[in-house]
């Protein structure tokens, strides 16, 4: 009872330092967010999928103070990539360094400027798909952005558009506190790019609902802000409809605490849903990627690919579930997570899951760790690679399932080398 009541006070202190000005449609979804939180109250250690990944400074009232982190003269992730730029700086929208908010076969809305509007297509999806992701683990860091979201867009896709939407997430304060909410509706044969970086804030809470019609195709890539101090804690929530696709691949270096969750349902026939991480972390370091898939009909496909190297200390986490429901006949669920430890003093924690209620189905997950292959790094160095180069040469193959996750090879290719120049860098 006293743990319950310690969460409880914790809430309370956190949300009396937020604003809630609940208006029209949003005020409503606001307001319904708002009571699953109380209800909820804030994670601590005990709760089951934070026993790995301690809360607390996600919890507090304030964030932390952090370092600037300057990237000198290294390039933008995707700069070299044709797309729609729309920045936020420290959580509020820039318009003077966004393009326009139209692209062809596109709606694109700040959330505040369509919340008085009487009836609005995001008011059946923003909080709804959070609501239903928070059965059967409670997210009360979901629940909080719902309630308390700063700002964010709506962003409605009728046709396929000829270029990705590039989210940029620009940090200047040190002490920075945002809570971003993005809608995204993919209408049925439409087929979209999203592109998101940065890190953002001093601490970041990060919300993404999308719903992907039949026959449609969503695909997000993600590259988190490599500043050191930062910490974030964010989630996709997602319902895939008949014969639609749902792939995201997010790319982590640096972050002291990053806690990144996906909850995905397959609701129409022959979908697809992956999602792939690749993650480095270097010292004081703890990255967590927790997964819920949820198999509701025939012939899906799920694909859970998770990598990180680790070393100096560095903590990883993984936590995925595969739940096959009844008459989800023919699902093919497949779940690999899978550390390269460089060093003795780092930690990688794995917590895979199926769960399946049907009889004709092929799920599959595996959970490993374990150091560079000798044998491998023995044959590089007897032809001559020196011993470093060699060494990320055989990072970079470890990170390649997860990578080739990304289907736009424009768009992998700039992973590919924006890793290998992180790697060089610690070469010498």
């Known amino acids: 009872m006293a743990v319950l009541q310690s969460k409880h006070d914790a809430l309370q202190a956190r949300i009396a330092a937020l604003s809630f000005a609940p208006q029209g449609w949003l005020g409503a979804a606001r307001s319904d967010a708002l009571a699953r939180l109380t209800a909820m109250g804030l994670p601590g250690k005990r709760d089951e999928y934070w026993r790995y990944t301690d809360p607390t400074g996600l919890n507090a009232v304030e964030a932390a103070p952090v370092t600037l982190f300057d990237p000198g003269d290294e390039p933008a992730p995707f700069s070299g990539v044709d797309r729609l730029k729309i920045v936020f700086v420290d959580g509020?929208?820039?318009?003077?360094?966004?393009?326009?908010?139209?692209?062809e076969g596109v709606q694109i809305e700040r959330t505040c400027d369509a919340a008085e509007a009487d009836i609005h297509w995001a008011s059946a999806l923003y909080g709804v798909l959070e609501a239903r992701g928070q059965s059967p683990v409670?997210?009360?860091?979901?629940?909080?952005?719902?309630?308390?979201?700063?700002?964010?867009?709506?962003?409605?896709?009728?046709?396929?558009?000829?270029?990705?939407?590039?989210?940029?997430?620009?940090?200047?304060?040190?002490?920075?506190?945002?809570?971003?909410?993005?809608?995204?509706?993919?209408?049925?044969?439409?087929?979209?790019t999203i592109l998101e970086n940065g890190a953002a804030a001093a601490r970041f809470n990060h919300v993404m609902e999308i719903e992907v019609a039949d026959d449609?195709?969503?695909?997000?890539?993600?590259?988190?802000?490599?500043?050191?101090?930062?910490?974030?804690?964010?989630?996709?929530?997602?319902?895939?409809?008949?014969?639609?696709?749902?792939?995201?691949?997010?790319?982590?270096?640096?972050?002291?605490?990053?806690?990144?969750?996906?909850v995905l349902e397959l609701l129409g026939a022959d979908s697809v849903a992956h999602v792939a991480g690749a993650a480095l972390g270097d010292g004081d370091f703890h990255h967590d990627d927790t997964v819920f898939i949820t198999h509701a009909a025939e012939r899906c496909e799920s694909r859970q690919v998770f990598k990180k190297v680790l070393k100096n200390g560095a903590v990883g986490v993984f936590q995925g579930k595969i739940l096959v429901k009844?008459?989800?006949?023919?699902?093919?669920?497949?779940?690999?997570?899978?550390?390269?430890?460089?060093?003795?003093?780092?930690?990688?924690?794995?917590?895979?899951?199926?769960?399946?209620?049907?009889?004709?189905?092929?799920?599959?997950?595996?959970?490993?760790?374990?150091?560079?292959?000798?044998?491998?790094?023995?044959?590089?160095?007897?032809?001559?690679?020196?011993?470093?180069?060699?060494?990320?040469?055989?990072?970079?193959a470890f990170l390649a399932e997860a990578i080739s996750e990304i289907e736009d090879e424009v768009i992998s290719d700039d992973i590919r080398q924006r890793l290998q120049s992180w790697l060089a860098r610690h070469e010498h």
């Not at 509020?92 to 692209?103: E, G, P």
């Open 138 to 192: 409670q997210r009360p860091f979901a629940a909080l952005n719902s309630a308390f979201a700063d700002d964010g867009l709506l962003i409605r896709v009728t046709q396929t558009p000829s270029k990705p939407i590039s989210l940029i997430y620009h940090h200047k304060s040190m002490t920075s506190d945002v809570i971003l909410h993005h809608c995204i509706k993919v209408e049925s044969g439409a087929e979209v």
């Open 326 to 396: 009844q008459g989800a006949q023919k699902t093919d669920g497949y779940q690999i997570s899978q550390a390269l430890m460089l060093d003795g003093d780092s930690q990688f924690l794995a917590k895979p899951e199926l769960e399946i209620y049907a009889d004709d189905v092929k799920c599959s997950h595996g959970s490993t760790s374990g150091a560079i292959d000798e044998t491998a790094l023995f044959y590089l160095r007897s032809r001559g690679v020196p011993l470093r180069q060699a060494q990320s040469l055989l990072v970079l």
């Open 92 to 103: 509020v929208f820039d318009a003077s360094q966004s393009d326009a908010l139209a692209l």
């Open 216 to 262: 449609a195709r969503f695909h997000h890539i993600r590259a988190q802000g490599r500043a050191h101090t930062r910490q974030a804690v964010t989630h996709l929530f997602a319902r895939i409809g008949r014969n639609a696709a749902f792939k995201s691949f997010t790319l982590t270096a640096n972050g002291r605490l990053t806690r990144n969750d996906a």
